[in-house]
């Protein structure tokens, strides 16, 4: 079996360990009010821009399944447009919801793009929740720690540890990127609304215009 090849978006071209250690050192980190909540790695994951319109979501969800014929069918649409108009103000709230659930429990999120596993644990923090953080990585508590703290503790690490921490954080820099947050939550607005909201309406397999007479 040939050795899968590493996505060029997630390129980790740094090899010495005082360049990896100076390249997270740099990072974006979140440190405030309480510390409890404060790590040396983070990023911003606050939704700009999401389209939650009907017809966009039924777009975004057709990108994602096999067998989409049924959305265009008036013997589910209406039900659903119907449904929709009921819970419309929910929507965002929840696909902020089971974004974050995602990542908490998908193992992506916990893992380098080869499928190494990592032991990695993350929080969402800010008054919105619009900070994604590391909260612990391979066991060490993170929160707390001082930048001065955080670079001895790199310096400190072993080489590989070092180095698969730095291949996740690109790996989150490239998953998290502002574009991808926005795509992530209007799909999951998509499954919210189709696949939960809408269980109970059945999905037809041809539309009434395509009966013969």
Same mark, same amino acid.
């Given at each position: 079996?040939?050795?899968?090849?590493?996505?060029?978006?997630?390129? !980790?071209?740094?090899?010495?360990?005082?360049?990896?250690?100076?390249?997270?050192?740099?990072?974006?980190?979140?440190?405030?009010?309480?510390?409890?909540?404060?790590?040396?790695?983070?990023?911003?994951?606050?939704?700009?821009? !999401?389209?939650?319109?009907?017809?966009?979501?039924?777009? !975004?969800?057709?990108?994602?399944?096999?067998?989409?014929?049924?959305?265009?069918?008036?013997?589910?649409?209406?039900?659903?447009?119907?449904?929709?108009?009921?819970?419309?103000?929910?929507?965002?709230?929840?696909?902020?919801?089971?974004?974050?659930?995602? !990542?908490?429990?998908?193992?992506?999120?916990? @893992?380098?793009?080869?499928?190494?596993?990592?032991?990695?644990?993350?929080?969402?923090?800010?008054? @919105? #929740?619009?900070?994604?953080?590391?909260?612990?990585?391979? #066991?060490?508590?993170?929160?707390?720690?001082?930048?001065?703290?955080?670079?001895?503790?790199?310096?400190?690490?072993?080489?590989?540890?070092?180095?698969?921490?730095?291949?996740?954080?690109?790996?989150?820099?490239?998953?998290?990127?502002?574009?991808?947050?926005?795509?992530?939550?209007?799909?999951?607005?998509?499954?919210?609304?189709?696949?939960?909201?809408?269980?109970?309406?059945?999905?037809?397999?041809?539309?009434?215009?395509?009966?013969?007479?």
């Amino acid at each position: 079996m040939a050795k899968p090849k590493h996505p060029a978006y997630y390129a !980790v071209p740094l090899r010495s360990r005082k360049a990896i250690v100076e390249w997270l050192c740099s990072h974006q980190s979140y440190y405030r009010n309480p510390p409890s909540t404060n790590s040396p790695l983070a990023w911003n994951v606050k939704a700009y821009g !999401v389209d939650l319109n009907a017809e966009h979501l039924i777009a !975004v969800y057709a990108k994602h399944v096999a067998d989409y014929v049924w959305l265009d069918y008036p013997e589910w649409r209406l039900p659903a447009k119907a449904k929709y108009a009921e819970i419309k103000g929910n929507l965002l709230d929840w696909a902020i919801e089971a974004a974050r659930d995602s !990542v908490h429990s998908f193992d992506c999120y916990k @893992s380098l793009w080869n499928g190494f596993s990592l032991d990695v644990e993350y929080g969402f923090v800010g008054r @919105s #929740g619009g900070w994604l953080v590391i909260w612990k990585y391979e #066991g060490r508590d993170l929160t707390r720690m001082e930048k001065e703290d955080f670079r001895e503790w790199l310096e400190e690490m072993r080489y590989t540890d070092l180095r698969h921490l730095y291949e996740l954080v690109v790996q989150n820099d490239h998953d998290f990127r502002p574009e991808a947050v926005k795509d992530e939550i209007e799909f999951r607005a998509a499954t919210e609304w189709i696949d939960v909201a809408c269980d109970d309406i059945p999905k037809p397999t041809m539309t009434q215009g395509m009966l013969s007479l």
